[in-house]
């Protein structure tokens, strides 16, 4: 018993750690996606976001912003790794694990 219990609790660090380096990380990556408009046959590009309850568009230019586009991919795919690790954290008991 005394085995399950010391990893149970290790895996209850893991992804308490986890979690936690996780949400830093996105913190740092932009929010949003990237909309591309047809005007008159030219292309434009827009970041668009939530504030609060409010859509926000941004005017990014004609370019296609390759590296706030690799940022979005990136933040989607860390968001995956949080869902899954809160998954995990649901699963294991929070109370103390006595030794």
Known sequence: ??????ILRDSLTYYQRLERDLTRRLARLPQGSV??????????????WRNGGKVVH???????????????????????ELA????????LPRRKLAA
């Open 1 to 6: 018993m005394r085995v399950l219990k010391s």
């Open 35 to 48: 909309k591309r408009r047809r005007i008159r046959g030219h292309a434009y590009y827009y970041r668009q």
């Open 58 to 80: 941004r005017y990014l230019g004609r370019r296609k912003p390759v590296e706030l586009l690799k940022g979005i991919r990136e933040r989607r795919q860390l968001n995956q």
């Open 84 to 91: 899954k690790a809160r998954a995990a954290l649901r699963l």
